[in-house]
């Protein structure tokens, strides 16, 4: 059965990928991602060409990032699986994540894509929270989940990540697969290397992290390749109050930390 123009309504059902104000459906959607042609090393006929027009684009997806989340207010991020079922564990942990954090005046920032994502948008929209979701180029379409309020969609992989740490207060990572592990370990590294300051990492759900945890300690630690003050830079719990206390009690101290700088720049200022 034919509707309007004679076209068939099944045809008209295929991929679809969003660029920026652009949308491509069907025939039209790329065989690959931005990321991917970018990293292609194989594709050096035009590379001075298009890594030029390249570096353009990249410029405007920060810019475009930065203007939209620059009166954020303060937020975290949110990481897990997408792959989680609506009814697992981690998705309903994930929504009184995000529920706790909006009522402790936090906007909530994930992925924007479905499982432990979505389930934290939503708990953040439904406890009358801001919900962010920076979305990504793939080569399988995911979307961005009904309760984001605020929503971009990234090509790279770096500038989207740059968003994630340069408007959060703290990560909240919960059970999650390679994407999930890679936001934390950065999130680590930034944290050990001094790039970040105060920032807290929570781990939700005890049972999943301990093997983690315990390697880290067992093999990490114990070769000498981290330091014994590197595993007190995340807090283990199964308790979503006291994630969000975490998160607050440190968001304070750092707080009075500057306001003491601030003071005793300003008394240095008028004893000269």
């Not at 999650?176 to 781990?203: I, N, S």
């Not at 330091?227 to 304070?252: E, P």
Request: proline content about 4%; glycine content about 10%.
């Amino acid at each position: 059965m034919t509707h309007g123009f004679g076209r068939d309504p099944d045809r008209l059902r295929g991929p679809e990928r969003h660029r920026g104000a652009v949308t491509l459906r069907r025939e039209a959607v790329p065989q690959s991602t931005a990321d991917q042609r970018l990293l292609d090393s194989r594709s050096r006929a035009d590379w001075k060409t298009k890594d030029a027009w390249r570096a353009l684009r990249i410029l405007s997806e920060f810019v475009e990032g930065f203007d939209t989340l620059a009166d954020l207010p303060p937020a975290v991020s949110v990481f897990g699986s997408a792959r989680s079922k609506p009814q697992s564990a981690e998705c309903v942990m994930a929504e009184q994540v995000g529920a706790a954090l909006a009522r402790a005046g936090y906007a909530v920032i994930t992925g924007g894509g479905p499982g432990v994502m979505e389930a934290a948008n939503r708990g953040a929209t439904e406890a009358g929270g801001l919900s962010v979701g920076l979305g990504i180029e793939l080569p399988f379409e995911q979307g961005i989940n009904d309760w984001v309020d605020m929503g971009i969609d990234f090509r790279y992989f770096f500038a989207r990540k740059t968003m994630f740490v340069k408007y959060a207060q703290a990560f909240v990572v919960l059970p999650g697969g390679f994407g999930t592990m890679d936001e934390l370990f950065e999130a680590l590294t930034l944290v050990q290397t001094g790039k970040v300051t105060r920032f807290p990492v929570v781990l939700m759900g005890e049972a999943y992290w301990r093997g983690l945890l315990e390697w880290m300690r067992n093999t990490l630690l114990a070769d000498g390749k981290i330091g014994a003050a590197d595993l007190d830079l995340v807090l283990v719990t199964d308790d979503v109050d006291a994630a969000v206390r975490y998160i607050v009690d440190a968001d304070a101290a750092l707080a009075a930390e500057q306001e003491a700088l601030h003071e005793a720049a300003v008394a240095s200022h008028n004893g000269a």
